[in-house]
C-alpha cells in the first residue's frame, strides 16, 4: 500500500496530550482552530516508508504535504523518526538528542524572549544530530559534535550517512520551492536542522 499525505483538525486525544507539553494556557499560544495534525510519508533510515506526524499551521500544512511528499518520492532523503514532541513531554533538548523530526511546540527562541517560529507553527526540525545548531562552541543537541561543522558534514555525507541536510539537495529545494528558508544558511549562528516559512 502506498502511503499519501494527509491533514485533519486535532483529534482529542492528541489535543489532551499535548497540554502542558506544546500547548499552555498561560503562552499565548495558537488556538486549537488554528493548527492541523498531518500524516506524512518518509523513508526512514533503513530505507522503509513510513508514516511520521507533525503539528503545524493550518496556512501552511498544504505546502508541508507537498513539501515531504516530494523529499519521500525522491528517494535521496531518510529521516530516522518523526513524532509529536509531546512524546518527549515538550522538551525540546529531548526531542533534539533523540533524533526527533517535528514541528509544532508553543516555546520561545532559543536564548530569547519571543515566541519562536515552532511556537508559531511555521517551522520545522529535521534530523537534529545530524543537523544541530551550532553558535560559536554550542553544539545542540550535544550529541551531534560530529556534524558541527561544514568540513565534518562534507566528510559524514561523502562516506553515506543518513539524514544530512546538504546546501544543493532535495530538502532544501523542495523547501525553498514554498518560501521556506533554511536555517544552514544563517549567518550569526547556523541552525542545519531548521526550516522556516518566515525565514527566522
Not at 61 to 84: N, P, Y
Not at 124 to 144: F, H, L, R
Request: net charge negative; charged share 25%.
Amino acid at each position: 500500500m502506498t502511503l499519501a499525505a494527509s491533514r485533519q483538525s486535532i483529534p482529542d486525544d492528541i489535543w489532551a496530550k499535548m497540554q502542558g507539553r506544546s500547548w499552555h494556557s498561560d503562552r499565548g499560544c495558537l488556538p486549537r482552530k488554528n493548527l492541523v495534525f498531518v500524516t506524512l510519508p518518509y523513508l526512514n533510515f533503513s530505507g522503509a516508508t513510513v508514516e511520521g506526524h507533525l503539528i503545524v499551521h493550518l496556512d501552511v500544512a498544504d505546502d508541508v504535504m507537498i513539501i515531504f511528499t516530494e523529499i519521500h518520492q525522491s528517494g535521496k532523503f531518510r529521516i530516522e523518526k518523526m513524532s509529536l514532541v509531546d512524546d518527549y513531554d515538550g522538551d525540546d533538548d529531548k526531542s533534539m538528542f533523540d533524533n526527533n523530526t517535528s514541528a509544532y511546540n508553543c516555546r520561545l527562541t532559543r536564548g530569547g524572549a519571543t515566541m519562536s517560529s515552532h511556537g508559531r507553527g511555521i517551522a520545522i526540525d529535521i534530523n537534529p544530530v545530524q543537523n544541530p545548531w551550532v553558535k560559536g562552541s554550542e553544539t545542540a543537541p550535544a550529541n551531534g559534535v560530529n556534524y558541527n561543522t561544514p568540513d565534518k558534514r562534507d566528510a559524514a555525507f561523502r562516506r553515506g550517512a543518513h539524514g544530512i541536510v546538504m546546501p544543493d539537495d532535495v530538502v532544501v529545494a523542495s523547501f525553498a520551492r514554498k518560501g521556506w528558508k533554511w536555517g544552514g544558511v544563517f549567518t550569526t549562528r547556523k541552525d542545519y536542522q531548521h526550516f522556516s516559512e518566515d525565514g527566522m
